[in-house]
């Protein structure tokens, strides 16, 4: 049996993979007519919809279910395709005072945009805040060609949205107990609860003034573990972006497995970077200069017979 891994399923095997994208151009093939499907790529494009539908999350639902119901998840995701049709498109996007109450704000990572001319911000180690729009438990990227017709500043439209995103955010913290390590996960039910770190500081936990370390694995989560000058802050950081990793390779809306550096008024920068073969540390001198304090003290402490950091 072959086991290549593509980078939007690594799960499966080359048979799985094979039978998922069989019964995708099945619903596809039979609901829209033309497409074309890129399997290398893991996407498939509607030609009636000018649209090109990303599977790397449809696929993560599937691999929660049973592949007998596979047909029935694949069906059920490609309908709220009828809402990006360009006429519906034009009816949802073509008045601005219309359409700014469902606006929000999602952070997503470049792929997840690839395809269009999106309307945010950039952030670090390949995250991106979208402007978006809530469509009934979905949500769909506002393009460029779009927004420019509104004639409104970006600036102010970004933070209405995110202003709307925050208020309309139902959001549980709670403990990792599978995991040893004092850290918080920020759960909600909508594909924008990750926009939180894009917020005023009541929005987080309570951090010291050194901010946090927080990791976006997927739309629905958002772990924080604040800095501390502690020894233990190193174990309970790598403790979380562990869990990141893991949350962020079972999906589904998966969003990235790096970290980055939280401070409340202060732009965010990068921590560290999971995504490629190895850990890589990227935090910015200030902080690293920081950690290495905590690390020096630890070590001292340790020759001077107290408990040291295993480094």
């Not at 601005?96 to 929000?104: A, C, F, M, P, W």
Request: aromatic share 8%.
């Amino acid at each position: 049996m072959e086991t290549s891994i593509c980078a939007w399923a690594p799960w499966w095997s080359a048979d799985d993979r094979r039978r998922f994208l069989s019964e995708v151009e099945g619903v596809v093939g039979a609901r829209f007519g033309e497409y074309e499907l890129d399997e290398a790529a893991g996407t498939v494009t509607v030609s009636d919809l000018d649209c090109v539908l990303g599977l790397s999350n449809l696929a993560q639902a599937c691999r929660m279910a049973d592949a007998e119901d596979w047909r029935l998840l694949i069906y059920s995701h490609m309908t709220r395709l009828d809402d990006f049709a360009p006429e519906a498109l034009s009816e949802l996007l073509g008045d601005y005072e219309r359409v700014k109450g469902d606006l929000r704000v999602r952070v997503v990572s470049h792929n997840h945009i690839e395809h269009i001319d999106p309307v945010g911000d950039p952030l670090p180690l390949g995250m991106f805040s979208c402007l978006s729009v809530a469509l009934d438990g979905a949500t769909m990227p506002v393009d460029r060609s779009h927004f420019d017709e509104w004639g409104e500043d970006q600036d102010e439209v970004m933070a209405a949205a995110l202003a709307n995103t925050l208020a309309a955010e139902e959001v549980v913290a709670a403990e990792i107990d599978e995991l040893k390590g004092r850290f918080t996960a920020l759960s909600g039910d909508s594909l924008f609860t990750s926009a939180l770190l894009l917020g005023p500081a009541d929005a987080m936990p309570d951090v010291g003034e050194m901010g946090a370390v927080v990791a976006v694995p997927t739309a629905r989560d958002l772990l924080v573990c604040p800095i501390s000058a502690t020894e233990e802050f190193v174990d309970d950081s790598a403790t979380m972006l562990a869990a990141g990793y893991v949350r962020f390779l079972s999906g589904p809306n998966s969003v990235s497995p790096n970290a980055l550096w939280w401070r409340p008024g202060e732009p965010l920068e990068a921590f560290a970077r999971l995504d490629s073969a190895s850990f890589e540390l990227a935090a910015p001198p200030e902080l690293r200069y920081y950690l290495q304090g905590v690390l020096d003290a630890g070590i001292g402490r340790s020759e001077s017979g107290a408990e040291g950091l295993d480094i």
